[in-house]
């Protein structure tokens, strides 16, 4: 068999769009060109287009609905909640690049979060770290983070550190998280958390998990809004 296969028509097609998927040019939600339109692009016949997007559903890749079009899928991402997993590595199981970016930076009073510094154990005249990010998979918005650390642990932050992991940079200050406790419910969005997330719908999923270090002492705070229509959590009794 020549090693210069000429690969089949529907997978030209299906190999076109996933390559515009992977660089960008389609990201999740968007609507891909019609049959029409592929069949106009490739000058192939309809049936062949028309199999190779019902390929791409089957994988999940995109979504078919009927009188209105394809629309990029979003890869589900499933959590356990038993296990502690950072945001950067659930992109990763699910082949997806992680991004970060830094909303919001500032130092407030324990005061001005009750609710929060009694979690951390921080009392009203005591500071806190609070910064603000948007995490993307893709560069597609999937959650929206504000998360709360005592000023007391940290002197100097790094913020460069809150582009990437930020419990790589925990660790290389040589803090190691030993528990944890996460929270979830479904709420609704503010209009301005929907507008950064770019959620259709207004229901999130809201996660607020505290951090242990040792001696069972509270060291992080922080509140995630994960657009419903990406994530999902699980529970198992198994181990």
Not at 35 to 63: C, M, W
Not at 125 to 136: A, G, P, Q
Not at 147 to 154: D, G, N
Not at 161 to 171: F, G, I, Q, R, T
């Amino acid at each position: 068999m020549s090693e210069n296969k000429k690969i089949s028509k529907k997978q030209e097609v299906v190999n076109y769009l996933l390559s515009e998927i992977s660089k960008g040019n389609l990201k999740i939600g968007d609507q891909i060109p019609s049959e029409l339109e592929l069949t106009k692009k490739f000058n192939f016949g309809r049936q062949t287009i028309h199999t190779a997007l019902s390929d791409l559903a089957l994988q999940g890749v995109i979504t078919r609905t009927p009188g209105k079009g394809s629309y990029v899928s979003s890869p589900s991402v499933n959590r356990n909640i038993q296990k502690k997993k950072s945001f950067t590595e659930d992109m990763y199981s699910v082949g997806m690049t992680p991004g970060s970016k830094l909303l919001e930076f500032k130092i407030i009073s324990g005061k001005e979060q009750p609710e929060v510094a009694l979690e951390l154990k921080v009392e009203p005249n005591e500071t806190i770290y609070l910064f603000t990010r948007l995490r993307t998979g893709n560069a597609t918005p999937i959650a929206l983070q504000y998360t709360y650390i005592p000023t007391k642990f940290i002197e100097d932050f790094d913020l460069s550190a809150l582009n990437h992991s930020l419990d790589k940079y925990v660790e290389t200050l040589g803090f190691e998280i030993t528990g944890f406790v996460t929270k979830l419910r479904a709420v609704t969005a503010t209009s301005k958390q929907q507008k950064i997330l770019g959620a259709k719908d207004s229901a999130v999923l809201n996660s607020i998990s505290i951090r242990y270090i040792e001696d069972k002492v509270p060291f992080q705070y922080t509140s995630t809004f994960y657009r419903s229509d990406v994530y999902e959590y699980t529970f198992s009794s198994f181990n």
